[in-house]
C-alpha cells in the first residue's frame, strides 16, 4: 500500500501555472503507476494525466494535453503535475492516485489516493 499526500495547489490567474507535488511513501511507489485525477464541484472525478513505473510512458487527459506535464522522481517517492496555460475550467480538487497500469486509466484501476489539493483558476 502507498500513502500519498498532495501540495502546491493555490489560486492563480488564467494563463499562469502552477506544479502539483505528490510525497508518496511505501515500499511499492517506485514499481507503481502513478495517476492524477481531478474533481470539480457537482461533477465526477476525471482522469487527467498518467506515468508509468519508470516515467517513460505517460498519458493525458486531451482537455490538458500539450499544457500540463507529468513526471516523477522514484529516488524522491514523487509525483509531479506541471500545469501550465490553466484556465478556469481546470479548477478542482486535484488527486494523485497509485494503479497497476499507467495505460488504464479509469477511477477504478486506481486503488491508493491522496487527500486532494484545491486548484483555483480565476478569470
Known amino acids: 500500500q502507498v500513502q500519498l499526500v498532495e501540495s502546491g495547489g493555490g489560486l492563480v490567474q488564467a494563463g499562469g501555472s502552477l506544479r502539483l507535488s505528490c510525497a508518496a511513501s511505501?515500499?511499492?511507489?517506485?514499481?507503481?503507476?502513478m495517476g492524477w485525477f481531478r474533481q470539480a464541484p457537482g461533477k465526477e472525478r476525471e482522469f487527467v494525466a498518467s506515468i508509468n513505473w519508470n516515467g517513460g510512458t505517460t498519458y493525458y487527459a486531451d482537455s490538458v494535453k500539450g499544457r500540463f506535464t507529468i513526471s516523477r522522481d522514484n529516488a524522491k517517492n514523487t509525483v509531479y503535475l506541471q500545469m501550465n496555460s490553466l484556465k478556469p475550467e481546470d479548477t478542482a480538487v486535484y488527486y494523485c492516485?497509485?494503479?497497476?497500469?499507467?495505460?488504464?486509466?479509469?477511477?477504478?484501476?486506481?486503488?491508493?489516493w491522496g487527500q486532494g489539493t484545491q486548484v483555483t483558476v480565476s478569470s
Open positions: 492516485a497509485a494503479g497497476v497500469a499507467a495505460w488504464r486509466t479509469g477511477v477504478s484501476d486506481f486503488g491508493s
Open positions: 511505501g515500499r511499492t511507489f517506485s514499481s507503481s503507476a
